[in-house]
């Protein structure tokens, strides 16, 4: 087999860029270890930031969007003493879109299926060969059979666990990690959201936070031990606990039903540079992982794979400047959001180790947010996403 760019992985970064670059008469093939329904099977954020709402419409995918996402203006944060907003437009004249991941990667597939876009599911033993010379080469099995496909670039979309980042030799790679000291315990339900924006609550017992898919669906997270596990949280312990960290009037009126999911997930911060060696690119959770508390995970993947497309399309005109820009211009916005998301989970959790000062600070830091309007416009600056 022979392509032009090899995809590995068929998540929200490889089936973008290849719905993009197929659009740009650039042909590949992506690779995906897992089956169709089990991409979509994954329950994900649902933070759309403008720029990811822009490519969305670029790769001819933005029109469910558009009829069942809800934009919003502002979000709430919330402590003991009380919920202020951050209001986006008034801040910063933008808006996010609130629009499930899991429809994202389903308007993906339906737009890759429509142009009959090449995706392998359930290959196994994926390996990048050659990615030093001008001749990379991926091998595979699928079916039980061994492949080979010859390429002239290869997209490590793989996610965190992936086989692409292990590619690039150790002695070349840079690794930054914080792992924190606790998780999100996360429930969908199909309920009436708690209130019309999402709600970052800082509580002594722990972070909290109310969001929606749509006006019958929510989505609810609290901070949880590291030592928890699923099955030790039922659905009514869930609900009265994230009552006790909403503010008063929310909890006092909110829907509550049956989980349709329930899931723990740990909170790192990652990232490894550079983003190319060679012929391979990495993108998005191959790259880097952000804690969810600032929602960049699948908008630092899409600017990722705007970075990528465009120099891919450069490359295929014979230009050479934005596979040589691609590392460091992923990496500018990689860290600012990576800063961003950190500070917004600094400020909103209690941290096992956390000394009586740094409780103080964390208070004095929300207070600022309360009080300066120019602390909440950069918030929402960065809430709502630099430009790409
Ligand atoms: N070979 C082929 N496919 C692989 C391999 C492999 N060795 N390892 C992993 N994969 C697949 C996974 O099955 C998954 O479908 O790569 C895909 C990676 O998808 P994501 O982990 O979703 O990463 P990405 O596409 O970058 O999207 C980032 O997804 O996980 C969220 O919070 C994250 O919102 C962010 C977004
Ligand atoms: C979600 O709706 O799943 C969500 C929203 C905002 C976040 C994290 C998760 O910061």
């Not at 550079?274 to 908008?299: C, E, Q, S, Y």
């Not at 050479?320 to 590392?327: H, L, T």
Request: proline letters at 4%; hydrophobic letters at 40%.
């Amino acid at each position: 087999m022979r392509t032009q760019v090899a995809i590995i992985g068929g998540g929200p970064s490889g089936l973008l860029l290849s719905q993009l670059l197929n659009r740009a008469g650039i042909a590949t093939v992506v690779l995906e270890r897992t089956s169709r329904e089990h991409v979509l099977s994954r329950i994900r954020a649902g933070v759309l930031e403008e720029g990811t709402v822009r490519m969305l419409h670029e790769a001819g995918c933005g029109e469910r969007m558009m009829r069942e996402g809800h934009p919003h203006h502002g979000c709430y944060l919330s402590t003991t003493e009380g919920r202020f907003r951050v209001d986006f437009a008034q801040s910063c004249g933008k808006e996010v879109m609130v629009y499930g991941q899991t429809e994202v990667t389903h308007d993906l597939y339906d737009a890759q299926d429509a142009i009959g876009a090449t995706i392998l599911h359930e290959v196994s033993d994926v390996a990048l060969h050659d990615l030093d010379s001008d001749h990379p080469h991926v091998t595979f099995t699928k079916d039980g059979r061994a492949q080979r496909l010859d390429c002239d670039w290869i997209a490590g979309c793989d996610g965190f666990h992936g086989v692409s980042r292990k590619s690039i030799p150790q002695s070349v790679r840079q690794e930054f990690e914080r792992v924190y000291p606790f998780g999100w315990l996360g429930i969908l339900s199909h309920t009436k959201p708690a209130a019309d924006e999402l709600i970052y609550a800082n509580h002594p017992l722990g972070f909290a936070l109310a969001s929606m898919r749509n006006d019958r669906l929510s989505r609810y997270y609290i901070q949880v031990p590291l030592t928890d596990k699923v099955e030790d949280w039922s659905d009514e312990a869930f609900w009265t606990e994230i009552r006790r960290r909403l503010p008063a009037d929310v909890a006092g009126t909110m829907e509550t039903g049956p989980s349709i999911e329930k899931s723990i997930a740990p909170l790192r911060s990652f990232v490894t540079e550079p983003m190319r060696w060679g012929r391979l690119f990495l993108v998005g959770d191959a790259a880097h992982i952000v804690p969810p508390t600032g929602a960049k995970g699948l908008n630092l993947a899409v600017s990722d794979v705007h970075y990528l497309y465009e120099a891919l399309v450069e490359a295929a005109a014979g230009s050479m400047s934005g596979v040589e820009a691609y590392s460091g211009r992923a990496l500018t916005r990689v860290w600012g959001a990576m800063r961003f998301s950190w500070w917004m989970t600094s400020i909103l959790h209690r941290f096992p180790d956390q000394s009586a000062f740094d409780q103080k600070v964390q208070e004095a830091e929300l207070h600022v947010l309360r009080d300066m309007p120019s602390a909440r416009e950069t918030m929402a600056r960065n809430y709502v996403g630099q430009p790409f």
